[in-house]
Every structure is written in structure tokens, then in C-alpha cells.
């Protein structure tokens, strides 16, 4: 007899805690997918169990935390690690230990978790945390790529940092902030990876067009956008390249693997958009570029007396159009068209006018969306007609949703 909340519930995930300090950070990671109304199933090996109480991880999941001592759950009658690992969408492994990284390379099954992972299909996501001799010794080293040779297998970490022994190096488990967008993409491609082998540069955040040292022309444009399709991207196997403007620290923190380029003016992003071009594949203009900047910037700090009345102003290049005059036929380019009231008729005559492949059309005058926000929505406008709408949603979400249509575009166009 099932569980009714095993039938009924929306996104099933196993969250495992192996033998780690790291265990700390997983706590808030259920927390969250359980607030975000997941459904998690915890299991903490012996050595999980001796950094969290099963208590706590029960609490913070809603839901009885399963040990070593639960391979029989009487509310399924079917043994646990055959009911979890046929129940769960995806397994998630964090801390990863080199103990339980060792038992996946090889197939072994001592435990609950290790025979969960046995017994289900699903893809796992693995955040490995250990001391940095522990994680550079040749032994785990070579786990490591057996494990991650199984496509099955998607990892998340480890970054490096002071750890909990007080060295510096590698072995920090990956954030939460890393981990959870992780999770929402793999719930939503089933583990695919179906941007493998494809180079995405992305462009993401404001310009700032500078009249002196402190006085600049921009906007609130934050780059969560651009970096959730970073996120996306990378999570679905391709390469990536973001080029972003200025970006709060705590944005900044989740660029992790991928390869970002910083810049502050359009003259700048334009350069750096230029010289990664070619070995793109896909090219997504989300940066809200300042339009204009002062003709005459000032290198020194202008007096408040010095300010001018009326600022003389000249455009700055319009970095896409340029990208679509310098593009080979191959490479797939897309703009966003940030709007208010009708979103529609302006963004495709952008879509026309600068030569693109698609255009996202999305509101900055509707809450929870645009500007700043951690959700989104869009009108999507490929250039042979097609509308796709993307209703409210995060930007990561809505960021897989503007692959799932490029990548059907695509694949249509080849047959
Ligand atoms: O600002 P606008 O609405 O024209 O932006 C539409 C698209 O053009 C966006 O993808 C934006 O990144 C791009 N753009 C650009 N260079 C500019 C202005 C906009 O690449 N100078």
C-alpha cells in the first residue's frame, strides 16, 4: 500500500546525507524545496546521522527521515530502498563523502542511500564535500571520473574555500544557492543534456555610460535574468560564456564554473561580445544596454557648479545588430525586447529590424517581472512566426522554456 502523499504530491526528490560538516547546508536545501512544496524523502547514512540528527532533517522535510534502521517502512509493504528509488524523479547526494563516492564508482550497496541509488533510474545529482587531501588523493580522484563517466550523474561542486579543518582549498560542498537551481533543472529536463556540445554566450545586467568617475547613465537591469540562462544552459550540457555588467556580489557568487566576463560600459560589452562570437553557437543578447552615454565624459569628478545644464548625448553601438551583420549562417541569435504597455508590435520590429533569430518579449511594468525580479514572463517571438507565451514563472524556469523552444526550433529546421 503506497503512501497517499507518494501517488499525489508534484516533484519527487531523495535527498541522501553522507558522513560530513557540509550536512549543515543541506538542511536549508531541504528546507527550501520543501517550502517550495516538493516532495522530499531524506535518508542519512550512519555517518550522515552523526553530523544531523534524523530529527532535524525529519522537521525541515515534513517527513520521516529514513536511516539504516528503515529498510522497511510498513506504510509501503515493499522493501524501502525498492519504493524510494522507483518513487524518486531525482536523487540529490549532499555532502557526497569519499566513502559513498567510492560505493557508487564500484556499485556497492551496504547502505539505504547506496542501495536507493541501485534500485531507481532517475538521474543524481551529486555535491561532494571533504577535506582537500581527502578529494586530490588519486584514489578519489579517480572515482570522481568513473562516476561522472555515468550520464546518470550530474555534479555540483566541490568549490574551494576555507574549510571546517581550517585549510584552504578544494572539498567546500557547493552552495545552496548552487544546488537548488541545480535540482529545479533537472526536474525539469530529466537529466537531458541536450545542449551538449554546443557553446552558448550569454550577455546579461546593465551598461553604465559614465559623465565623470562617480556619475553614470544605466538602468536597474540586475542580470538574474542572463545568469539563469547561464544556469540552464549549463545545466543542460552546454558550454558557456557570459558577459555581464556590474552585479551584486551575491549574483556574482553563483557564476561559479562558467567562463564570465566582466565589463561596466556598452563600448566594452560590444568588444567582448565581438571577440567570443565565433565560437558560439547560440547567442542570447539579455543585457539591457544604456542607449545613450555623454559625448564629452569628464576623467576627473565635475563640480556640482561644473554640471551642464542639458547633457549632450550619442548613441551607443547596438551591440546585437552588429552581432547579426557579423554572424555565420550557424550561429542562432537572440534579443530580448524589455517593454511596457503592448510588448508585442516593438519587439518584432526589433526582432526585423536587427536581424535576429528570436526575440523575448517581456513587461517591466508588471509586478514580478522584468527588472530586478526573481520571476518573469515573456511572449517569445521566433522569426518565422511562431509565439511562444511564458506565463509568470522564475527566471530559471523561463529560462529552460527559451531552450526547450530554440532547441524544438532547431531540431525542426534540420529535418
Ligand atoms: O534596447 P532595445 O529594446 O533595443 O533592446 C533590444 C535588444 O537589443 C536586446 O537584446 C538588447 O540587449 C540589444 N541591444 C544591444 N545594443 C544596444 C541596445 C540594445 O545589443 N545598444
Known sequence: MAEATLASSSRRVVVGLSGGIAAYKTCSVISELAKAGLVVRPILTAQGQAFIPALTVATLARHTAYTDQTFWDPAYGRPLHIELGEWAEL???APLSANTLGKLAHGLADNLLTNTVLASTCPVLLAPAMNTDMWQQRAVQR??????QDPRFHSVGPGSGVLACDRVG????AEPDDILPYIYSL????GQRDLAGRHVLISTGSTREYLDPVRFIGNPASGKMGVALAQAALHRGAKVTL??????PALQARLGDMQAIPVTTA??????MITHLPQADWVIMAAAVADVRPTQPSPTKLAKAELPQAL???PVPDIVADLAQRRQPDQTLIGFAAQTGDILPPALEKLHRKGLDAIVANPVDVEGSGFGADTNQAILLHRDGQKVLIPPCSKLDMAHRIFDSLHSALTNAKM
Do not use: F, K, Y
Not at 563600448?267 to 567582448?272: F, K, L, N, V, Y
Open 243 to 248: 558577459v555581464h555588467g556590474p552585479m551584486e
Open 187 to 190: 526536474l525539469h529536463t530529466g
Open 143 to 148: 572515482n570522481w571520473q568513473m562516476v561522472l
Open 267 to 272: 563600448a566594452e560589452m560590444h568588444r567582448a
Open 312 to 314: 549632450p548625448l550619442e
Open 170 to 173: 578544494t572539498g567546500r560542498m
Open 91 to 93: 536523487l540529490v547526494i
